[in-house]
């Protein structure tokens, strides 16, 4: 793993110690199918064993666990998010059925073989995926799946014109500076929001049905988690494709999301 990587993970670690409770939609059932559809249904994880690569402080274990899955394997490399992670299962009524582990995706390994590996807005802030996409893919069982979810390229282009200038600022600041900004953005963008009743604006399906259902507290989150990691990279589709194609997954399948993000699933056969 690259220094960048490294560093992307310490990033994280501050963010999750800082950020550490999971409620509201924002760690919903309803959001969760809204994430995985149409490629998946929470209905196919009912008894099935799951690996949740970069689990955070648990907000895709919870919602795993709220869809039946039997066992939960939760992989988070950063030192205090994971001692958050521990925190929160202990308190979901199944935490039992979860066995975190303190490793980088590149470098975790479990002694079953599991029906699914996801992983929710993760993949994108690693540098170098290409091994942890290949460990993904030997801890499946033949006909197991695995399923991302990304940010995309395709959909974000004027976004992504203002957004990548400011990462090169707001990735060198502190936090209580990052905090500011945040907040700036947050009334811009409820203001882009109520604009967006009126006229045609980009994006607006992704605010209307995704963003503006969250707390306000989490609507900054989500700002704060766009500005705050070192390396983040937007996917083209053919990009998103290649990720589980050179690792020998098949029947792979892609859905653009909200014209925002892809989900892409693929089968170990």
């Known amino acids: 793993m690259s220094a960048l990587d ?13 950020y550490d409770d999971n409620d509201g939609w924002y760690a919903s059932l309803d959001l969760f199918s809204d ?4 490629l998946m249904s929470t209905s196919d994880l009912k008894g099935k064993s799951v690996v949740d690569i970069g689990s955070g402080t648990g907000r895709i274990v919870g919602m795993l666990l709220e869809s039946g899955a039997s066992h939960v394997y939760a992989i988070e490399p950063a030192t205090g998010a994971f001692e958050k992670l521990k925190k929160n299962v202990a308190a979901m009524k199944r935490g039992g059925d979860v066995t975190p582990l303190n490793k980088r995706g590149d470098q975790w390994a479990i002694d079953e073989s599991v029906d699914y590996v996801i992983s929710i807005g993760v993949i994108e802030f690693i540098s170098e995926p290409d091994e942890t996409v290949k460990r993904c893919y030997d801890a499946l069982k033949s006909g197991g799946e695995i399923f991302f979810w990304l940010c995309s390229y395709e959909g974000n282009e004027l976004y992504l014109k203002f957004v990548q200038p400011l990462r090169k600022l707001t990735t060198f600041l502190p936090h209580f500076l990052l905090v500011s900004i945040v907040r700036i953005l947050y009334w811009t963008l409820c203001l882009y929001r109520l604009v967006g009743k009126l006229i045609p604006l980009p994006l607006m399906r992704y605010l ?17 988690d766009q500005l705050n990691p070192t390396y983040l990279k937007y996917y083209k589709k053919h990009e998103a494709l290649a990720l589980l194609e050179m690792a020998g997954f098949q029947d792979i399948e892609i859905h653009h999301r909200h014209g925002y993000s892809w989900s892409v699933k693929g089968k170990k056969v």
């Open 6 to 18: 490294e560093k992307t993970i310490q990033d994280f670690d501050a963010q999750w110690t800082r």
């Open 35 to 38: 994430i995985i559809s149409p």
């Open 208 to 224: 209307n049905v995704v963003w503006w259902p969250m707390t306000a507290k989490k609507r900054r989150l989500v700002i704060y």
